[in-house]
């Protein structure tokens, strides 16, 4: 599926397999609306419902179904983001990422109001081992894993297994993780003081804008590196130390 106006990056569009010939165009779009009901299903009735574990194991799952949705309609392993030969790559640009969201996090920390920002009554009650725990399993195994197969590797694939529209592969997906938040934001803005002005709902849609953008940088670092291990990194390392940072702070501003 190309677009006239979009570009090229060479060096993945060299790293991808072409889609099977003998695969029928409808198998992709089938394989397209079992992604978003997957998605849909899991952003909509069991993440809210589900306990942490479960819910971990949910996500599990659901990337199993999503990467045999993409099998089933004809991408390749490297058309996703998984060719082993391109995961030194992938983890150069993932580390170099991962470092500079660790230097913007210390500046925002650095200000009251970036503090104030990531204070988060959610994490602050917990334990360094209950915080290690969530930063080192459920972070990567029930967040990132999803999110990362999910939406830089089998929706922009399906989208565009050619790799050559920088809409279809960045900016559509970009907007889809956006939307994926919508719900999660609100538990957010719950475990914070809504304004006068009765800010909460504004506050959701600045996290979305935010995770929207987010979604961009993260698509972008897979087109770099080639593989799925260059946005992992970097959305690993930015929400544990999100994590880590609003327990310190917010304890801190209790005392």
């Known amino acids: 599926?190309?677009?006239?106006?979009?570009?090229?990056?060479?060096?993945?569009?060299?790293?991808?397999?072409?889609?099977?010939?003998?695969?029928?165009?409808?198998?992709?779009?089938?394989?397209?609306?079992g992604v978003a009901a997957a998605l849909g299903a899991t952003n909509v009735l069991a993440a809210p419902r589900l306990g942490r574990v479960a819910a971990m194991s949910w996500n599990l799952g659901t990337t199993g179904v999503l990467l045999s949705l993409a099998h089933w309609a004809g991408v390749d392993r490297a058309a996703i983001g998984l060719d082993r030969h391109h995961l030194r790559r992938g983890l150069i640009t993932g580390v170099a990422g991962s470092t500079a969201i660790a230097t913007l996090l210390g500046v925002v920390t650095a200000t009251s109001t970036g503090r104030e920002?990531?204070?988060?009554?959610?994490?602050?009650?917990?334990?360094?081992?209950q915080t290690g725990v969530h930063v080192s399993v459920f972070i990567p195994l029930g967040t990132v894993v999803l999110e990362e197969v999910a939406f830089r590797g089998v929706l922009p694939a399906l989208l565009d297994p050619d790799v050559r529209s920088v809409p279809a592969t960045v900016v559509i997906p970009a907007l889809a993780f956006g939307a994926w938040h919508i719900l999660s934001s609100?538990?957010?803005?719950?475990?914070?003081?809504?304004?006068?002005?009765?800010?909460a709902t504004g506050s959701v849609g600045g996290i979305v804008m935010a995770t929207t953008a987010a979604g961009l940088v993260l698509a972008l670092a897979r087109r770099q590196g080639s593989h799925l291990a260059a946005p992992a990194l970097m959305h690993l390392t930015a929400n544990a130390l999100v994590t880590v940072i609003g327990r310190v702070v917010g304890r801190r501003r209790r005392r």
């Open 186 to 199: 609100r538990d957010f803005v719950a475990a914070h003081e809504p304004n006068a002005e009765g800010g």
């Open 117 to 129: 920002l990531l204070d988060d009554d959610r994490v602050v009650s917990a334990t360094w081992v």
């Open 1 to 33: 599926m190309g677009h006239p106006g979009a570009t090229t990056n060479q060096p993945y569009a060299e790293s991808l397999g072409q889609p099977d010939p003998r695969t029928p165009v409808h198998r992709r779009l089938l394989s397209l609306g």
